[in-house]
C-alpha cells in the first residue's frame, strides 16, 4: 500500500525539497502551500503523486474545512515545516504585539492545530509519525548570545506541545519529533547558511526513517540529541 504524507510550507526550500525526495519515492505527498510558484510548479508536473493543498496555515477558522477534506484518508508521516523568521532587529526596545503574534501564530500555533485537524488521518497510518521543524535556537539550555526573542521564544513553545503530545499519543503508537535542520541556505537562512536544502533533507529523511527507534524527540539532522 501506498504510504501518504503531509506537508506544510511547500512552494521553497526545506519544504520543497522534502516534496521531491518524497515524490521520488513513490509516496502520495499531500503539499501545503500559501502561494504556488514556477520551481514547486515543475516539480508537480513532474510527478503525479503530488497533490496541491493551497491553504494557509494561520488562517485557524479554515482548519475544519481541512479536517473534513482528510476524512477518509490517511497520513502515515505529518510534517510541519511552515515556519517563519519575522522580523529581522528582534532586540529588547524593538518588539511590538503584531510581529510577535505572527511569528508564534506560524511557528506554534499553527503546528499543534495543524496535528490536531489531521490526527485521526494520522492514526490511521501505518508509521504514526509526526515530525515538526524546528531549531536549536529553541534549546533554552543552548541559549547563549541572547536577542532573537520572537524566533527563540516560538520554537521553544512549539517544542514544549510537541513534548506534551508524545506524551499524550505515546499509547497509540504516535512518534513525535522536534528536528533542527541546520543552518540552510533558504529565503530565512540566506546566502551564508552552512548547508544547501538537499544535504539538510537528505539527513533529516534518515532521521525521519529512525524515528521510531530513536529514545528521545529533539535532534539536530546530524542525529546529534539536543538539549531542552
Avoid at 544547501?196 to 540529541?225: C, G, N, R, W
Wanted: proline letters at 2%.
Amino acid at each position: 500500500m501506498t504510504k501518504a504524507i503531509l506537508i506544510t510550507g511547500c512552494s521553497r526550500g526545506i519544504g520543497l525539497e522534502f516534496v521531491k525526495v518524497y515524490a521520488q519515492l513513490g509516496w502520495q505527498v499531500y503539499a501545503i502551500v500559501r502561494k504556488s510558484n514556477p520551481e514547486f510548479e515543475k516539480l508537480v508536473e513532474k510527478y503525479s503523486n503530488i497533490e496541491t493543498i493551497t491553504f494557509d496555515v494561520t488562517h485557524f477558522q479554515a482548519y475544519e474545512k481541512l479536517k473534513k477534506y482528510f476524512e477518509t484518508k490517511t497520513i502515515d508521516v505529518l510534517i510541519n515545516n511552515a515556519g517563519i523568521y519575522g522580523d529581522q532587529d528582534q532586540s529588547i526596545g524593538n518588539l511590538n504585539i503584531d510581529a510577535l503574534q505572527k511569528v508564534f501564530m506560524t511557528n506554534t500555533f499553527a503546528p499543534i492545530l495543524m496535528t490536531q485537524t489531521v490526527l485521526d488521518a494520522i492514526l490511521r497510518g501505518s508509521t504514526k509519525t509526526i515530525v515538526n521543524i524546528t531549531s536549536r535556537m529553541g534549546s533554552i539550555a543552548d541559549n547563549t548570545s541572547g536577542q532573537y526573542y520572537a524566533y527563540r521564544s516560538s520554537k521553544a513553545a512549539l517544542n514544549a506541545m510537541m513534548r506534551s503530545l508524545q506524551i499524550d499519543l505515546q499509547d497509540k503508537g504516535v512518534k513525535v519529533l522536534v528536528l533542527h535542520p541546520g543552518w540552510v541556505k533558504t529565503d530565512m537562512g540566506g546566502l551564508n547558511a552552512l548547508i544547501d536544502t538537499e544535504t539538510s533533507v537528505k539527513a533529516l529523511y534518515e532521521v525521519i526513517e529512525q524515528a521510531h527507534k530513536l529514545p528521545e524527540m529533539f535532534y539536530s539532522y546530524q542525529k546529534e540529541l539536543l538539549p531542552w
